[in-house]
């Protein structure tokens, strides 16, 4: 890898700077969709697999599905974490905070490849296991990994808008995610191109 005086600071974006409102914006985005993406499927459940059946027990199988959501923050910044220590053989910090979990390092560089990874890593973990359970459990069960499957794919539009702006810069670049502020570097070599 080249030392780090061979890059250049590109972008620096930090989520919770207040005249961005971005973290504000990103979360009312995944609150609203999950509500309405949740609702919309637990009816269409019911009214697909189980007409006729007594609606009670769906109803606290759902409630218990919303408190699977409470912890899900938990477990998909652990899931970055791991993703972290798999690809960089570092352990990163990992907070919870008032509008946002995060997990991430100023120490660690990653190059876009990793960083994909470690972005998409939760997404495409829990996609894997969640929908298959969806679909081989009975209807009755169904919002238990329904409720944090739609919280894991709309929960990702941080991750999400992340990957984005690591897709936006020049090969050869490097990455620095702090949880909260994301920094990518360029090869000097490209700039003197420009």
Same mark, same amino acid.
Do not use: W
């Given at each position: ?36 993406? !949740? ?18 027990? $769906? ?22 974490? +791991? ?8 352990? &990163? ?8 979990? $995060?997990?991430? !390092? ?18 495409? +973990? ?16 169904? &919002?238990?990994? +329904?409720?944090?499957?739609? $919280? ?8 999400? +808008? ?31 191109? !420009?």
């Amino acid at each position: 890898m080249m030392k780090c005086y061979d890059y250049k600071s590109a972008l620096r974006l930090n989520m919770l700077d207040p005249k961005l409102r971005l973290l504000h914006k990103l979360n009312t985005f995944a609150v609203l969709a999950i509500l309405f993406g !949740s609702a919309a499927g637990l009816l269409l459940n019911y009214c697909l697999r189980m007409i006729g059946a007594a609606g009670g027990m $769906y109803f606290v199988y759902a409630l218990c599905g919303f408190a699977l959501c409470l912890i899900y923050p938990y477990v998909h910044e652990f899931a970055h974490a +791991f993703a972290v220590i798999i690809i960089k053989r570092q352990v &990163p910090n990992v907070k919870f905070g008032k509008l946002a979990a $995060y997990c991430g !390092s100023p120490d660690i560089v990653f190059s876009k490849m990793q960083y994909y990874f470690v972005a998409a890593f939760p997404f495409v +973990f829990y996609c894997l296991i969640l929908i298959p359970l969806c679909v081989i459990i009975p209807a009755m069960y169904f &919002p238990l990994p +329904f409720m944090p499957l739609i $919280y894991n794919v709309f929960g990702s539009a941080a991750d999400a +808008f992340m990957i984005r702006i690591a897709v936006k810069t020049p090969k050869g670049s490097i990455i620095v995610d702090s949880g909260t502020e994301i920094v990518t570097y360029i090869p000097l070599k490209i700039e003197q191109k !420009s």
